[in-house]
Each structure stands twice: as structure tokens, then as C-alpha cells.
């Protein structure tokens, strides 16, 4: 690959925090709140320690891969049929999230600030954009998410702080009223969200800077600290029980925001946060679906992106109403994402065990 074409790890790193920041912010509070209710941001919290433990490990198959694309490092150990499985695994955890992601971000814009506009356009519009930055590659990917993640990460500082007249932190505590269930499943839960960070793996043959575990820990904390933040925030400003209630509880802080006695409605602001992480993490979905495929004719990745794209378009025109699309998220899509992730890592692992195939050694 040429360099010219290869990104720095500051550039992966703010692609992974802005791509996870905006489910934790929009599809994972909600589910928090949920199980969690008062203890929920303690089992955030907790999620740190189990986050700590698999930055090691990623930083263990980092070195045990030399950097190097992971497929091939994959295919030389457990042949091609193997490799063409973990391909398959990868394209389809891709497609979920990705779907996952548009489907929602598109409910929370007709929801909110376009009731009028067909969804189907929003969705159409959406998914366009997201096939032409994916098209350009993930150096356009990566300078995009480097000048977003600022304004995103200040926008977020700015609700924060707005919103101080209005919070009431003693309504963190008392924590354990409902025993400690609750907070074991928050923690389960952040850690299914986090398991993103698994990504670098896939993209660490794009960087051409070498990554280093306190880079990988400072990340780990940066995904924990986004989602604290609001979840926090939420439950000092509406308290456990009615934070629990709302659907989109980061948005709702931000139509708390008011400057002096004058300046209000500024929830506007929050389209920017939005759309700016849920288009990156569209974009490097879709763009890992095609890099994996190791295709490396751009006619040919354009073709795939497109039926990609397709693909994504039909899935989420599927009628499924709000409700159904919580309650989905809430009972399956974070525990079989828990459990993928799990699995995957410990292969990674097993893997990483393994010597190089006979053939492969030749093959050198």
C-alpha cells in the first residue's frame, strides 16, 4: 500500500471514538437507563476495568501480527476456508451495525426535526453520502473524522455545562437499592459497545505509525468517558426513573440548554453531533465490508459499495416501528454483539498461538 494512502494512529483513533461515541450516546444510554436505572453509571463506570484487560490483549495481537493486514496473518495460520469464515463473521457484523445505525439515526431525524420529510429520502440521502466518503477510502474517512471529533467533542463539553443550573448529582446515590444485578448487566453492556475497539485490527495495515498500549488505554478510557458523561447527565437533570422513560436522552439535554434569559432552542446543535458520528461510522463500516474483501480494483470496490449501499437501503426500508426497534436492541442486539465479540477475540487468540502452515513457509 502506498504511504501517501496510510493514516496516523491519532487519525484511527479519532475515527474509532467518534464512530463508537455516537452509539453510546444514542443506542446504548437508553438501554442502560433501562436495566440500570440509578446504578447504571456505575456499571459504566466499572466497564474501565474489563476495557483495560482487552486493550492488553489487542495490543498482544498487534505485536503477534507485526501490524500487518489481518486476514492475511489469518489465512497463513488456519488456511483459506477458515479465512473466508472470519471474512463472512467480519462483513456481517459490518452490515448489522451499520444497519443498526442508519435506521436509527433516520428515526431520530424524522422524530425530532423532519417529520415531513419522507423517511425514505432521509434514509436515501444518508446512505449516498456514506457510499462516497467510503468510496474515497480511509484517508478521507480519517482527515474527515480529525476535523469533526474537535467540534463534536466541544459541542458535547458546551451541553455540559449549560445544563449545570439544572443537575442535581446527589441522584447518583444511593446505588445497590436493587441489588447488584442491575450494574453487572451495565457493565456487560458498555463492554459489548466497547468491543468496537476491536477495529483497529482490521485497519491497523492502513496506519503507518506504530500503536502502543497507552494509546489503546487512553482510548479504552476516552469510549468509557463518553459514555459516563451523559448518562451521568441525564439522570442528574431528570433522575433515574424518568431518564429511564425517554428514548433519546442526550437530545432531550440539549433542548434543556438556554443562554441567559434570551437564547434558547438550541438543540439544533445537536443535528451536527449527530449526523457527523453516525455518517463516519456508516462510512468505515462500509468501507471495512469492501477492505476486507481485499478487493483492489477501485472499479470493482465501487460496484461492491454500491449493491453494499443497496443492501443497506432495503434493510432499513423494512417497516419495523420504534418500539420494536428498542425493545430489539434491548433484548438481542447488545448480548449476541457481546457474545460475537467475545468469541472472535478468543479466536484471534487461538490463532495468534498458532505456528505458520507449511505451505505458507514455502510460499516465502
Partial sequence: ???????????????????????????????????????????????????????CLIYFLVRRTKQGELIEWIRMRVGKWGTYFVQLIFILICFTH????????????????????????????????????AREGIKAIAITSGILLPAVVVLGYFVMGANFQYKDYTQLTPLFTHGYGPTFICVFLTCSASFEILSILVLQHHVRTRIRLRGLI????????????????????????????LRFPAFEQWR????????????????FQWISGASMRTSILMFISVDIMKVQKKSTRTHILIWISLGLLGLCMYPISDNQMVLWLQNYYYTVMLAVGLVLLSFLLVVAMLPIRRKEKDAL
Avoid at 428515526?107 to 423517511?119: A, E, G
Avoid at 434543556?256 to 443535528?271: A, N, P, Q
Wanted: aromatic share 12%; glycine share 6%.
Fill in 1 to 55: 500500500m502506498l504511504v501517501k494512502n496510510r493514516i496516523t494512529t491519532l487519525q484511527l483513533y479519532s475515527i474509532v471514538i467518534i464512530s463508537i461515541a455516537i452509539t453510546n450516546h444514542v443506542l446504548l444510554i437508553p438501554v442502560l437507563l433501562h436495566f440500570g436505572r440509578r446504578d447504571s453509571w456505575f456499571g459504566a463506570a466499572l466497564a474501565i476495568i474489563p476495557m483495560f484487560f482487552m486493550s
Fill in 98 to 133: 451499520a444497519m443498526v445505525t442508519i435506521k436509527d439515526v433516520t428515526m431520530w431525524t424524522h422524530i425530532t426535526y423532519l417529520p415531513r420529510t419522507p423517511v425514505f429520502l432521509i434514509m436515501l440521502l444518508f446512505i449516498v453520502f456514506c457510499f462516497f466518503a
Fill in 218 to 245: 487512553i482510548l479504552s478510557t476516552c469510549v468509557i468517558g463518553l459514555t459516563i458523561g451523559p448518562l451521568t447527565g441525564a439522570i442528574a437533570i431528570f433522575g433515574p426513573f424518568e431518564a429511564a422513560d
Fill in 256 to 271: 434543556m440548554v438556554t443562554l441567559g434569559k434570551y437564547i434558547s432552542h438550541l438543540d439544533f446543535l445537536s443535528i
